[in-house]
């Protein structure tokens, strides 16, 4: 097993010519990884990660090999992938007005190009979804907005137009089946790839807490912050305490690290139906 790369919150392997994606308990935000980890964070993000891969699996191919086929140490964190030529946009999918977009909508009337109605307020519904890709900045590593027409100047339209179709398609399926257990995917994020044969496949995460935002649809109040269960909770505790956002990240204490882990606790349970053993309770 070789080390390929350290992100700031997973690690890449390779495996006999596989790759393993390990996901850690450590928390990102702005960009900086946190002190204080996060217990179970990394299991429950790959394992709700692997159920959607699951449930979409008919809808687009996938680079997950196995979940269980992986070494002891990683049990429960870790899948075993195919490598990808990785597409080098982040491929976002916004069905409600909040985080970045809401910026970028404030300042412009449109989020990534796309023109959106006037008198919109945080957390508003769209009339459609919408596609708002973005890229890294290499100086600074975040995210910037970019067009469709930049996407097709990247990669060409054909491929553009079915990143952003597939991007559509499988958000809505998303959101549609975490309605159903009172869950509202406002926006997600997916990265795609070509495998060794050519072939456009989903890979990195799908449709977690770190990479979505999730808001319960009973207190969902357009005009206000959603009570949030994904990282945006821990985003904006860390701007209570006067950070900076540049490293190193302020210390989590402990009502706020136990509050984040019942928050991806609860809407792993309520989007899959399953119940969550922790491994260390095993």
């Known amino acids: 097993m070789k080390h390929i790369h350290s992100g700031k919150v997973r ?3 390779e495996i006999d010519g596989d790759m393993l994606l390990v996901a850690s308990d450590r928390v990102s935000v702005y960009d900086v990884s946190l002190p204080t980890p996060v217990p179970d964070k990394g299991a429950l993000l790959t394992q709700l990660s692997a159920w959607w891969f699951d449930k979409l699996r008919s809808d687009v191919p996938n680079h997950v ?9 990683f049990s429960g964190r870790a899948l075993r992938c195919k490598p990808l030529r990785m597409i080098q946009v982040e491929c976002i999918a916004r069905g409600y007005l909040a985080g970045l977009g809401l910026r970028e909508y404030r300042a412009t009337g449109a989020v990534s190009g796309v023109p959106l109605p006037a008198g919109l307020v945080e957390g508003s519904r769209l009339p459609e979804p919408i596609f708002t890709p973005t890229t890294k900045i290499s100086d600074t590593g975040h995210d910037e907005f970019i ?10 339209h054909e491929t553009a137009e ?3 179709d597939l991007t559509i ?3 809505g399926k998303g959101a549609e089946h975490a309605a159903k257990n009172g869950i509202i995917i406002a926006d997600t994020k997916l990265e795609f790839g070509f495998d060794s044969g050519g072939v456009l496949t989903l890979g990195d995460e799908v449709l977690t807490s770190d990479s979505s935002r999730f808001w319960p649809a009973d207190e969902w109040e357009p005009g206000r912050p959603q009570h949030a269960f994904d990282k945006q909770f821990v985003r904006d505790w860390s701007l209570t305490t006067g950070w900076d956002k540049t490293p190193p990240g ?5 009502d706020i690290v136990q509050a984040t882990r019942a928050r991806y606790i609860e809407v792993y349970e309520r989007i899959t139906g399953n119940r969550w053993v922790s491994k260390e309770s095993v």
């Open 147 to 156: 067009t469709f027409a930049d996407v097709v100047n990247d990669i060409g």
């Open 11 to 13: 690690d890449l392997y």
């Open 162 to 164: 079915r990143l952003r």
């Open 169 to 171: 398609e499988l958000y």
């Open 250 to 254: 302020p210390a989590m204490p402990d």
């Open 65 to 73: 090999i196995s979940s269980e086929d992986v070494p002891a140490e």
